[in-house]
């Protein structure tokens, strides 16, 4: 028997329509007042999480940095509402959601140098080759990504699937913006301190491998 979906936000709603964001940008967005919001502080770091799924991760870096602004993008409708009840029952003011494709958003909605930081966590591997051109790593993508972070702004990258880690490390590696954190590594296998995922959870307890990528604007910035 399927669950119904509850529509009904119990706070404040942290989603936006990306036509919204478009128009009025993400200083404008953030400086709006809310309750718990950030208000409008320059020069706050900008975080962005792509593809956030049942979004653990990103509700916990938002709790552990209240000062800076965090952003989710989630492809799904369904998550992205279920997500949206979460931070409003945790009354995260400093979470803003938006239903879209990260390609697409990425590259429209976003001025040159305004993020801190990337975090793409296991996005979905597609492992039949005919499907590997809907993986979410793909150059344009990384190319958009480097041009939105700041100087020593950091693109990290997860997944558990072996094929897609390579894959992922040659496109990193081939764009020219972009420095590798961990070399001489190509990724590591665990960071000490990072936030677990939920999909991380799931692949460590099924004993697959991890990759984590870390790579900055600049050849060595200060990794979290
Ligand atoms: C395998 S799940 C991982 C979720 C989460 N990052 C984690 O590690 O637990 C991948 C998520 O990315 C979302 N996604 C897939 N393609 C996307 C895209 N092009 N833009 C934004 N989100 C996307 C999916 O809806 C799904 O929630």
Not at 73 to 95: C, D, P, Q
Not at 163 to 191: G, M
Request: glycine content about 8%; charged content about 25%; aromatic content about 10%.
């Amino acid at each position: 028997m399927s669950r119904s979906l509850k529509y009904e936000i119990p706070g404040v709603d942290p989603r936006l329509s990306v036509a919204d964001v478009a128009e009025k940008g993400w200083d404008a967005v953030f400086a709006a007042p809310r309750p718990g919001g950030t208000g409008a502080t320059p020069g706050r770091r900008r975080v962005l999480e792509i593809g956030f799924g049942r979004g653990e991760f990103l509700l916990a870096m938002a709790a552990r940095s209240p000062e800076t602004e965090f952003i989710g993008i989630e492809i799904s409708f369904k998550r992205t509402l279920k997500m949206a009840r979460k931070v409003a029952r945790a009354g995260l003011g400093n979470i803003r959601l938006l239903e879209a494709r990260a390609e697409v958003a990425i590259r429209q909605l976003f001025r040159p140098g305004e993020l801190s930081e990337i975090w793409i966590n296991f996005s979905d591997p597609w492992p039949k080759a005919r499907h590997a051109h809907r993986r979410v790593i793909q150059p344009g993508l990384v190319a958009d990504a480097s041009r939105a972070l700041e100087k020593g702004g950091t693109l990290y990258v997860a997944t558990d699937d072996v094929r897609y880690a390579h894959q992922i490390d040659c496109v990193l590696s081939a764009e020219k913006t972009l420095f590798n954190q961990y070399a001489p590594w190509p990724f590591l296998p665990e960071v000490p301190g990072r936030i677990t995922t939920g999909y991380e959870e799931q692949w460590r307890a099924a004993g697959r491998p991890m990759h984590f990528f870390a790579y900055a604007t600049t050849p060595r910035a200060d990794l979290r």
